[in-house]
């Protein structure tokens, strides 16, 4: 099955789609204030009229070129789209090793993001064959675990979390009830019957909300100033890469390993990575002044968490993060539900995904090194000439999907509600992943009391089930109290505001 999976991405369209996906993706990654997130979400209507290998590989592309792509703002402009990036990179580059510190960044994120793929294909087949195991209180328990996980994580207040998540709790009632068929919240619009589309929905608070937060912003736009470099000390001798081995295997761990925790992403992986490089480094005072060890930690952590993110999405259908939201949300377009039935009824397409992300982790490299220059001229382009055609792309694609101007309607809301949303530091993600596992949660429960009667018991008595039940309890619990030390002062006195 890996070489009929191989086998199927290996036609000239769809090494197209991923290079050209790649590529566009580095590109939206390398343009400050655009995100990996709003690019998937701005390409998902590309692939809603291709095949499901296609329009997942162009997807994958995306994901892989915009998380790496970020490197080159935050060595070049200092811009933080790779927060730690900048930490060290831009010192080099202000040294004059713009190049170095460009080679050594490519180099361990395509190393990192391999060494996350070889995870994903090794651990994912493994847990989804535990996962076959699950019924609906497993289910039921794993979709709030993530839930809870994700509002806790996400923003820094559990309370904000848990609120964006019961906002989008909510909107995934609307329409048909699962199991009765029962229209709830429709308000006599038929458009409602069968719910808010997923799509305008996932391109108005990622996309329309992006805009709008620029548009709102009076200021100016300055110049950017793009340091000079050249693209020739990669700065990995055969003793270099000895000396750095330890650093990029532990950063690129910790990138897998937080990839697979549903909330966290690339941001945090590159934060907890460079930590611990620093700690562990016979110098640790020259982190921060321009050293290749906090680049090597740094960018091997974040592109490693693009492999960790995609094995809770593949195995049990639960997104990691924004990105694999967005995902998730293009297999379901294409009719299919990723969790471990996904290993049994489409393992061709699983194993040609694996593929595809092997291919476009190849084509990253190629592409940062051969296109570096046309990328960071790139970084000059006015936003008042990219945000409007950015804005036509989204409504081109929400009208797209049914054709009609209801979606429109919908991806405009949710631009302005994800952009109140973001005025009132309530995190965005909690909402989307509430509106996607709404409906998982609901099913699961209903199907749960009905097998047991009405009974709520076994979802706490079943081992699997309870032992995440009360996984979700103790992560409410000690969130709460990190939270509430928090704002006490170390004396044990409360701050309390004037």
Same mark, same amino acid.
Request: hydrophobic share 50%.
């Given at each position: 099955?890996?070489?009929?999976?191989?086998?199927?991405?290996?036609?000239?369209?769809?090494?197209?789609?991923?290079?050209?996906?790649?590529?566009?993706?580095?590109?939206?990654?390398?343009?400050?204030?655009?995100?990996?997130?709003?690019?998937?979400?701005?390409?998902?209507?590309?692939?809603?009229?291709?095949?499901?290998?296609?329009?997942?590989?162009?997807?994958?592309?995306?994901?892989?070129?915009?998380?790496?792509?970020?490197?080159?703002?935050?060595?070049?402009?200092?811009?933080?789209?790779?927060?730690?990036?900048?930490?060290?990179?831009?010192?080099?580059?202000?040294?004059?090793?713009?190049?170095?510190?460009?080679?050594?960044?490519?180099?361990?994120?395509?190393?990192?993001?391999?060494?996350?793929?070889?995870?994903?294909?090794?651990?994912?087949?493994?847990?989804?064959?535990?996962?076959?195991?699950?019924?609906?209180?497993?289910?039921?328990?794993?979709?709030?675990?993530?839930?809870?996980?994700?509002?806790?994580?996400?923003?820094?207040?559990?309370?904000?979390?848990?609120?964006?998540?019961?906002?989008?709790?909510?909107?995934?009632?609307?329409?048909?009830?699962?199991?009765t068929a029962f229209p709830r919240f429709t308000f006599d619009w038929h458009e409602l019957d069968a719910g808010i589309t997923l799509l305008p929905a996932l391109i108005g608070l990622f996309a329309v909300s992006q805009i709008l937060e620029e548009a709102e912003s009076r200021k100016p736009q300055k110049k950017l100033q793009v340091l000079s470099y050249k693209l020739s000390n990669l700065g990995f001798s055969v003793k270099a890469t000895?000396?750095?081995?330890?650093?990029?295997?532990?950063?690129?761990?910790?990138?897998?390993?937080?990839?697979?925790?549903?909330?966290?992403?690339?941001?945090?992986?590159?934060?907890?990575?460079?930590?611990?490089?620093?700690?562990?480094?016979?110098?640790?005072?020259?982190?921060?002044?321009?050293?290749?060890?906090?680049?090597?930690?740094?960018?091997?952590?974040?592109?490693?968490?693009?492999?960790?993110?995609?094995? *809770? +999405? &593949?195995?049990?259908? /639960?997104? %990691?993060?924004?990105?694999?939201?967005? $995902?998730?949300? =293009?297999? !379901?377009?294409?009719?299919?539900?990723?969790?471990?039935?996904?290993?049994?009824?489409?393992?061709?397409?699983?194993?040609?995904?694996?593929?595809?992300?092997v291919v476009s982790n190849l084509a990253m490299i190629i592409a940062l090194f051969g296109l570096m220059r046309g990328f960071v001229h790139i970084l000059s382009v006015p936003k008042h000439i990219l945000l409007p055609i950015i804005m036509l792309l989204c409504v081109i694609g929400a009208y797209g999907i049914n054709n009609r101007l209801f979606d429109v309607g919908c991806m405009l809301v949710f631009g302005v509600l994800g952009w109140?949303?973001?005025?009132?530091?309530?995190?965005?993600? *909690? +909402? &989307?992943?509430?509106? /996607?596992? %709404?409906?998982?949660?609901?099913?699961? $429960?209903?199907? =749960?009391? !009905?097998?047991?009667?009405?009974?709520?018991?076994?979802?706490?008595?079943?081992?699997?089930?309870?032992?995440?039940?009360?996984?979700?309890?103790?992560?409410?619990?000690?969130?709460?109290?990190?939270?509430?030390?928090?704002?006490?002062?170390?004396?044990?006195?409360?701050?309390?505001?004037?």
């Amino acid at each position: 099955m890996l070489i009929e999976g191989i086998l199927s991405i290996l036609n000239f369209q769809t090494l197209f789609l991923i290079i050209g996906g790649t590529v566009l993706g580095i590109i939206i990654g390398a343009i400050p204030g655009l995100t990996v997130t709003m690019g998937v979400a701005l390409f998902l209507p590309v692939t809603f009229a291709m095949s499901p290998v296609d329009g997942l590989s162009l997807l994958m592309g995306l994901y892989i070129g915009g998380t790496s792509g970020g490197l080159i703002p935050s060595i070049l402009l200092s811009t933080p789209a790779s927060v730690a990036t900048t930490f060290d990179g831009y010192p080099m580059a202000v040294r004059g090793e713009a190049g170095k510190a460009l080679s050594v960044a490519i180099i361990s994120s395509f190393l990192g993001g391999v060494f996350s793929l070889l995870v994903l294909f090794a651990v994912s087949p493994i847990l989804a064959e535990v996962a076959l195991k699950f019924g609906p209180y497993e289910y039921f328990a794993v979709a709030l675990f993530s839930l809870t996980l994700v509002a806790g994580l996400s923003g820094g207040s559990l309370a904000r979390g848990m609120a964006a998540a019961g906002i989008g709790l909510t909107v995934s009632f609307v329409g048909m009830a699962p199991i009765t068929a029962f229209p709830r919240f429709t308000f006599d619009w038929h458009e409602l019957d069968a719910g808010i589309t997923l799509l305008p929905a996932l391109i108005g608070l990622f996309a329309v909300s992006q805009i709008l937060e620029e548009a709102e912003s009076r200021k100016p736009q300055k110049k950017l100033q793009v340091l000079s470099y050249k693209l020739s000390n990669l700065g990995f001798s055969v003793k270099a890469t000895i000396a750095h081995f330890p650093n990029w295997l532990r950063s690129s761990l910790i990138g897998t390993g937080i990839g697979v925790l549903p909330g966290l992403g690339a941001a945090v992986c590159n934060i907890l990575a460079y930590g611990a490089a620093k700690k562990r480094s016979k110098h640790p005072e020259k982190f921060g002044t321009g050293v290749s060890d906090g680049v090597i930690a740094s960018e091997s952590s974040g592109n490693a968490s693009t492999g960790g993110g995609m094995v *809770p +999405l &593949l195995t049990l259908g /639960i997104p %990691g993060d924004n990105t694999s939201v967005i $995902l998730l949300a =293009g297999f !379901m377009i294409h009719g299919i539900t990723p969790g471990p039935m996904l290993f049994e009824t489409q393992t061709l397409l699983v194993y040609g995904i694996f593929a595809a992300l092997v291919v476009s982790n190849l084509a990253m490299i190629i592409a940062l090194f051969g296109l570096m220059r046309g990328f960071v001229h790139i970084l000059s382009v006015p936003k008042h000439i990219l945000l409007p055609i950015i804005m036509l792309l989204c409504v081109i694609g929400a009208y797209g999907i049914n054709n009609r101007l209801f979606d429109v309607g919908c991806m405009l809301v949710f631009g302005v509600l994800g952009w109140l949303m973001k005025k009132a530091s309530l995190p965005i993600t *909690p +909402l &989307l992943l509430g509106f /996607i596992l %709404g409906p998982i949660i609901e099913t699961n $429960l209903r199907r =749960g009391l !009905m097998s047991s009667q009405g009974d709520f018991m076994p979802f706490i008595t079943e081992p699997i089930s309870g032992t995440v039940l009360v996984a979700t309890v103790i992560v409410v619990i000690v969130t709460t109290y990190k939270e509430w030390t928090k704002i006490r002062r170390p004396h044990g006195q409360v701050i309390t505001s004037s």
